[in-house]
């Protein structure tokens, strides 16, 4: 596959979801239909409870539409597949494993070699900023750090796509800068293809190639932005006037 080739494409995708016994079905999904290239960072915006989780979650495998379908690598997707890698707002580590067995986790489940898992543990700390942390449990990090743990558990599988819940929500301002210099660096280094949900306007068009705005339930696409923003990026391109107007742009369709 060519760098720029499609590796997602969502196809007039529905989705209802039954509220209760003898109710109205909710419908959350209208007919959403858009594509995602090979190294792509697409963000998705919306109003609260429009279907964006939801969105993520047929996209991971773990929601089955009612209409349309999901097509990965040309494949239709019918579950979770091992190539793509999901990392939601709360970290949901291991809380029992130390922070190098919950990296470990995965590689120990695919049988991979001891000295290759300890190697490959090792650098990733590495590039998560963590050296000295490699014995700590979870309740003994910060949630920033934690969502480190689970940034380095996901990529260590080396997938193809990362698909991303509000990741960093839950941090506070200075630490969620942070931890999207991080995700901008990680990408540079694997170029995985991410497709991510927040709610903060400034990040969904700081780390995108593309933002899409959807609409209130039942979500519909009503404008999907190119950000053209070289890359690297520095964070001081938010001050940018052109990152004022997507940003004036993307909020005059949430206020
Ligand atoms: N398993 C489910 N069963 C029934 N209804 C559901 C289920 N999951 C989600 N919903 C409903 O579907 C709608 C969309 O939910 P979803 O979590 O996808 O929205 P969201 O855009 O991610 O919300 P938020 O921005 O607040 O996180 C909501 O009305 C929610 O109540």
Known sequence: MKVNDTILKINN????????????????????SFSV??????????????????LL???????????????YNNTRVFGPNSEIAVVFQAPELF???????????????????????????S????????????KFYPNQLSIGMQQRVALARALILSPNML??????????????????????????????TILFVTHDVEEAIFLA????????????????IIVP????????IIADNEFSKLKSRVLGYLM
């Open 163 to 192: 698909i991303m819940d509000e990741p960093f929500s839950a941090l506070d301002y200075q630490t969620r800068i942070m931890m999207q210099k991080l995700l901008l660096k990680l990408w540079d280094k694997f170029k995985m």
């Open 123 to 134: 650098d990733f700390i590495k590039l998560v900023n963590l050296e000295g942390f490699e």
């Open 57 to 71: 979650n047929i996209v991971a495998g773990f929601e089955k539409t009612d209409g349309g379908g999901v097509f």
């Open 95 to 121: 809380l029992w494993l130390t922070v190098s067995e919950n990296i470990a986790f995965g590689l120990n489940i695919k049988k991979e070699d001891k000295q290759v898992i300890k190697d490959k543990v």
């Open 209 to 224: 190639d593309k933002t899409i705005v959807l609409s209130k339930r039942p979500a519909k696409i009503i404008d999907e």
């Open 37 to 54: 290239k090979k190294g792509e960072i697409v963000s998705i915006v919306g109003p609260s409870g429009c279907g964006k989780s939801t």
């Open 229 to 236: 923003f070289e890359r690297p990026r520095q964070i001081s």
């Open 13 to 32: 995708i529905e989705k209802n979801y039954a509220a209760g016994e003898d109710s109205e079905k909710v419908h959350v999904l209208n007919s959403l």
